[in-house]
């Protein structure tokens, strides 16, 4: 783990800290998808990091938000990388368990940065920003 140096945030009184956590941080995997792919599966103690992750960002939102540092997470849901989606199979299982029918792509993350670095986010901290085609919600 990495510890955050915010002391020039401080400093400039304005910041903005973007932690990353993953979907299965906020729930556990459905391991019937797994099932011909258990290569893919991540171990039990990812989940548990990056629900870390969550309050971790939680923490930092509420000790530095009187020096005017915004703290979020954004938390991805299906983007499997290049060398995943070669396994046709697998991916359309991840498919399948969105509400848009298909895998999150790179891009599909852009918004939500960029967003989160704006003057349009400077009353938004502690937040968790779940950004995964509908997955959580089903």
């Known amino acids: 783990m990495y ?4 002391t020039v945030f401080k400093e400039q009184n304005y910041g903005k800290i973007i932690n ?3 979907m299965y941080g906020v729930l556990a995997p459905d391991f019937s998808i797994y099932k011909d ?4 599966l991540n171990p039990p103690h990812y989940g548990a990091a990056k629900a870390g ?3 971790l960002t939680k923490y930092y939102a509420s000790y530095l938000g009187g020096y005017n540092i915004n703290v979020n ?3 991805p849901g299906p983007f499997p990388s290049l060398g995943v989606q070669e396994n046709l199979n697998f991916v359309e299982e ?6 848009l029918g298909r895998i999150g792509f790179p891009e599909d993350l852009a918004g939500i940065f960029t967003f989160l670095v704006s003057d349009a986010a400077n009353y938004v901290t502690g937040q968790n920003f779940i950004i995964d085609g509908g997955w959580t919600i089903k």
Do not use: D, G, M, R
């Not at 792919?37 to 893919?40: G, L, S, T, V």
């Not at 991840?94 to 509400?99: E, F, G, M, R």
């Open 3 to 6: 510890q955050i140096n915010y």
């Open 20 to 22: 990353v956590s993953s």
């Open 37 to 40: 792919c258990p290569q893919f």
């Open 53 to 55: 992750v969550i309050q």
């Open 73 to 75: 997470t954004v938390t």
């Open 94 to 99: 991840l498919k399948k368990k969105t509400v």
